[in-house]
């Protein structure tokens, strides 16, 4: 499975993103531009780091509920450049 981040709860503190071991948390922009994250399902592991690190009340799901992301970048370099 994969844990999920709620893109209209993220607030981009981007706390998640160093404590994921698989490195599979990346920052993408939702419709309106906002700057947010999202999870990787393919390397997630369930590992609940990210969780724990989110300082944001629900923004983090410990299930996969891909329609609540924002979607990836259509290209993934463009994750790299919002670093
Ligand atoms: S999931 Fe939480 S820690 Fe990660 S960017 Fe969103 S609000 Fe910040
Ligand atoms: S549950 Fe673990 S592996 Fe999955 S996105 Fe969160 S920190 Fe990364």
Known sequence: ???TIVASICEGHFDCIPVCPEECI????TAEGLLVTFVDS???TDCGAC????PI????LD???PELQAPAPLNPLQSIWFE
Do not use: D, L, P, Q
Request: charged residues 30%; contains cysteine; aromatic residues 14%.
């Open 42 to 44: 393919t390397k997630c």
């Open 51 to 54: 969780e724990f690190a989110c």
């Open 1 to 3: 499975m994969s844990f």
């Open 63 to 65: 299930v996969w509920r």
């Open 57 to 60: 009340e629900g923004a983090v």
């Open 26 to 29: 990346h920052k993408t922009r």
